[in-house]
């Protein structure tokens, strides 16, 4: 599953990134406890945060290309709200999130940062990601504004920093993503309300 690799920083910057090819990353075996303990290794260097996104793009993409499994665990999304979520692994004192995230054509997203690091990868289908930067005044601290948007593919890996603000689109239906995320600071994970000008927890 090759594709494009993106990083999207906290002030609305995004830029491609390298990628590793899919066959250099094809291996016997490869399951999601694998990728559980490489991915606690990558953490525990401590490396800074375009190192250690990197590297976690890489082993996001490394499941992908061998565990079909992961690709057949999503849900049909709800008729009443265009999605649905499964949730793959989360486990009390292990600090990620693995889930898969389905939408119908059209839904649309809040629009949010996550409070932590996060990566997507789309599987199926494809997903407008429109990022947005903090453009704060005296009267409207919260206020925010379009950066861009990127266009997301079957094989498409995404990579947001902590504090990164983006809403999202399916362009096709279904759209399928893998979603990996550290553990959650509730305090710092925002919705963003444009009319406003305003942003609250979620």
Not at 7 to 16: C, H, K, N, P, S
Not at 138 to 160: C, M, Q, R, W, Y
Request: aromatic residues 10%.
């Amino acid at each position: 599953m090759d594709g494009k690799d993106w990083l999207v920083t906290e002030d609305g910057e995004y830029q491609a990134c390298k990628s590793a090819r899919a066959w250099d990353l094809i291996t016997e075996n490869y399951r999601l406890y694998r990728f559980l303990t490489e991915l606690e290794d990558i953490l525990k260097k401590q490396l800074d945060e375009n190192n250690y996104l990197a590297e976690i793009r890489q082993l996001v993409r490394k499941l992908l290309v061998n565990s079909y499994w992961i690709k057949i665990q999503h849900p049909e999304p709800d008729t009443n709200t265009g999605t649905s979520v499964k949730l793959l692994y989360d486990e009390l004192g292990f600090p990620f999130t693995v889930q898969t995230v389905t939408f119908t054509k059209g839904t649309q997203s809040n629009i949010h940062n996550h409070g932590i690091w996060g990566i997507v990868a789309v599987l199926k289908g494809q997903e407008k990601n429109t990022i947005w930067k903090r453009n704060p005044t005296a009267e409207h601290p919260n206020k925010i504004e379009t950066a861009g948007e990127i266009i997301l593919n079957p094989g498409d890996i995404v990579s947001f920093a902590p504090g990164a603000i983006h809403s999202v689109e399916a362009m096709e239906e279904p759209t399928v993503t893998f979603n990996l995320y550290g553990e959650t600071r509730s305090k710092e994970r925002f919705e963003f309300d444009t009319v406003n000008h305003t942003a609250k927890n979620f």
